[in-house]
């Protein structure tokens, strides 16, 4: 998954305790869902990466009856919106701006289907921070055509 904060702001590079509330808040969240593992994590200057594998089976949402979906338990979003939540609050109070968006309001995630992808996709969150420089969210990034076309081949 992939969070990232409102208007894209630039909050984690200038002010390390903000980076801190979002770690610790990541590695709580088994405590508060016992059916989920955390992967690999980082925290960018402005969104953060993180691999959640869910251990409870859920199923096959497009195979279930209509009703059924209405009534499942998403419990990725559920997740999410957890962390966002109180992340938000936290880093809130510490810029002394109550009640103010911190998160953009979606997310991006994606299901890793196979053992490949999931190598592939840790190596994409390890190595992201080396690519910042070169990150079109990066206000002040050096798009390079070579570099944005390799990223693009991942």
């Not at 979002?22 to 405590?31: N, V």
């Not at 949402?61 to 059924?68: C, N, S, T, V």
Request: hydrophobic share 35%; net charge positive.
């Amino acid at each position: 998954m992939t969070i990232c904060t409102q208007n894209k702001a630039s909050y984690f590079d200038q002010k390390p305790e903000l980076k801190q509330v979002i770690i610790k808040h990541w590695k709580e969240l088994p405590h508060r869902y016992p059916y989920i593992t955390l992967d690999e994590f980082v925290v960018m200057p402005n969104h953060v990466h993180g691999i959640i594998c869910i251990t409870e089976n859920v199923g096959v949402i497009h195979e279930l009856p209509l009703q059924d979906r209405l009534r499942r338990k998403m419990i990725l979003p559920k997740i999410i919106g957890y962390f966002k939540m109180n992340t938000s609050k936290r880093i809130n109070q510490i810029l002394n701006r109550p009640g103010n968006p911190f998160w953009q309001r979606n997310y991006y995630e994606h299901i890793i289907r196979n053992e490949d992808e999931l190598m592939r996709v840790r190596r994409y969150i390890q190595e992201n921070p080396l690519r910042w420089e070169y990150d079109k969210e990066n206000p002040m990034g050096k798009p390079d055509k070579k570099e944005i076309e390799f990223w693009r081949e991942m």
